[in-house]
């Protein structure tokens, strides 16, 4: 089991990914960057006012989704969602996963 990382800012849009998430999700992180991540998941429009929400509420987002990679095998996403935060600004969110 791969922990996967990635990051994204306050738009919802991937900063970053880690090599495992590259790995679970079967797409290098240079095609993955400026990506909705609320697109790539396949979640709906409301999927990012769910994320803002939890995080405003309790600081944290955790989500299990059956999600379709690239090459067409199916997954399990077991995802943790943190704010990211520097010198209390909101940066965006980081998001960890495994497969």
Known sequence: MNSGLITTDLQGRITFTNRAA????RHAG????????AAFLGAGDSFLGEVRAALERA??????????AR???GLF??????P???????????????T
């Open 84 to 98: 990211a935060e520097q010198g209390g600004d909101a940066l965006g969110s980081s998001s960890s996963s495994r």
């Open 22 to 25: 590259s790995q679970n999700h």
């Open 71 to 73: 090459d067409g095998a």
């Open 59 to 68: 600081n944290r987002f955790r989500f299990e989704k059956e999600f379709t």
């Open 30 to 37: 240079r095609d993955l960057a400026g990506r909705s991540v």
């Open 77 to 82: 996403l077991d995802s943790r969602v943190d």
